[in-house]
């Protein structure tokens, strides 16, 4: 598909041109025309897919191409989690804009509340908005949205994860009628309560899924490495710290327990680091965040209470001492890292009381994840066969020999000895293994 089959207004076609794009992304070619039907859409990407023009086109199409419902109110509202993200949105917005009677106009938190009320006195046609603030302009009852013909929530399942449910729904009451189409974005559709928004702000939508969560992300680099126990555990994270280039690290861990000690580990070997769990008040847990985002801390150990919503560039490592029980959770956390086109590492162990997880994850991901073995720290846990007969299992019986060492390579690629049937994953990903690859 070309650019030309989305029979676009020229005016927009110029733009692509000007921005040299050569055809519609995955994400486009499906997105596109199915939002210029003008049905709601509900669509999962990744960062990167290309999604941003997936919306802007359908959009300036329909602003183009109608008549306005309001002479005064917005036409379009773009509601993004972050102001970096909407800063980036708006200036993509921009070049559309250009060349056309519309106007555009950015509202985010941390900006002069007094000028961005002047500006939405002017009546701007499309406002790409953080929500908290765009919320705080709408009480102030500066300007009105009944007649928005557009509302797009891009990352979706972030503005979630940031806790602005509340803030949606009241955007949703205030231009709730029924010309409004609303374009949903989310890096995941599995998600609570991305289906719980959906179902309040969404008209029978169309589902779109290009990229989805358990696509891999090329700038994660994944290792595992199993582990017998506690120890062997903490003796393969000392290693991988003195081997590593970490700028910062998030170790993820099973505990809350656990994240004190490990820090307290880690400290001891040189890594300021610190814990944060869910026993601490939200004020200390503020200010662990604050700390570590300001680099004063190396390392952050922490429970799942992290795993969403941080967006950290520094973050080069992830490790999972421990594998979340949700397989979609790994996805989360090794994504605290790679960020923004930055390359970034995320290491598991994996040790017996992790194997259950781990085949769930490669189920979930439809892959399987590369064993890595570091040869002064060998592991007799291999993974264990699930189904075979309960007495194997108990005795952790390795289902293959071990993988003999050829290379003098300290750190070489290990195979696992019973491979999780991931071939076998329905379309949820999470269907329960039923045979053994052969
Ligand atoms: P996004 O996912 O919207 O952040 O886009 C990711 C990157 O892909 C951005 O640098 C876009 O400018 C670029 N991009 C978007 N659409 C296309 C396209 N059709 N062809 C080539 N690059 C694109």
């Not at 490790?319 to 086109?341: C, M, Q």
């Not at 949820?428 to 052969?438: A, H, Q, R």
Request: hydrophobic share 40%.
């Amino acid at each position: 598909m070309l650019f030309h089959d989305l029979a676009l207004d020229p005016r927009l076609v110029r733009s692509i041109q000007h921005l040299g794009f050569a055809k519609p992304t995955p994400i486009q070619q499906e997105a596109v025309p199915a939002a210029m039907t003008g049905k709601d859409l509900m669509v999962s990407s990744q960062t990167g897919s290309g999604k941003t023009l997936a919306y802007l086109l359908p959009m300036m199409q329909r602003l183009l191409r109608s008549r306005p419902l309001s002479k005064q109110d917005a036409r379009a509202l773009i509601l993004v989690p972050t102001r970096e993200l909407a800063h980036q949105v708006y200036a993509k917005l921009r070049l559309f804009v250009a060349n056309t009677p519309l106007t555009s106009a950015l509202i985010v938190g941390g900006e002069n509340f007094n000028e961005q009320e002047k500006i939405l006195k002017r009546q701007p046609t499309i406002i790409v908005a953080t929500p908290g603030r765009f919320i705080d302009h709408l009480q102030h009852k500066t300007f009105f949205i009944q007649g928005l013909e557009m509302l797009i929530l891009d990352e979706a399942d972030r503005m979630l994860d940031l806790g602005f449910m509340p803030q949606l729904n009241e955007i949703n009451k205030a231009a709730d009628h029924r010309l409004r189409q609303t374009l949903m974005f989310s890096a995941t559709l599995d998600h609570a309560e991305v289906n719980e928004l959906a179902m309040s702000l969404l008209k029978s939508p169309h589902r779109v899924s290009v990229g989805a969560s358990y696509q891999q992300h090329e700038d994660i680099e994944q290792r595992c490495y199993f582990a017998d126990h506690l120890s062997h555990k903490e003796a393969l994270l000392a290693y991988l710290l003195k081997q590593e280039q970490i700028s910062q690290l998030i170790i993820f861990t099973a505990t809350r327990e656990d994240t004190d000690r490990l820090a307290k580990l880690c400290d001891s070997m040189g890594y300021p680091a610190v814990g944060l769990s869910g026993k601490l008040t939200q004020g200390q847990r503020n200010s662990v965040m604050q700390n570590f985002a300001a680099n004063k801390y190396q390392v952050l150990v922490t429970t799942d209470v992290a795993s969403r919503g941080l967006d950290l560039l520094q973050v080069s490592h992830v490790v999972n001492f421990d594998l979340p029980k949700h397989a979609e959770e790994y996805v989360h956390r090794i994504g605290r890292t790679g960020r923004a086109g930055a390359k970034g590492i995320a290491i598991s162990f994996v040790g017996p009381k992790d194997w259950a997880a781990f085949c769930a994850i490669e189920s979930f991901l439809r892959r399987p994840l590369p064993m890595h073995k570091v040869e002064s720290l060998p592991a007799k846990f291999k993974g264990v066969d699930l189904h075979a007969p309960a007495k194997a299992v108990k005795k952790t019986k390795p289902v293959v020999k071990k993988a003999k060492a050829k290379s003098t390579n300290t750190m070489q690629k290990a195979k696992p000895a019973a491979k999780p049937n991931f071939y076998q994953a329905g379309d949820d990903g999470m269907t329960p293994v039923k045979k053994k690859i052969k």
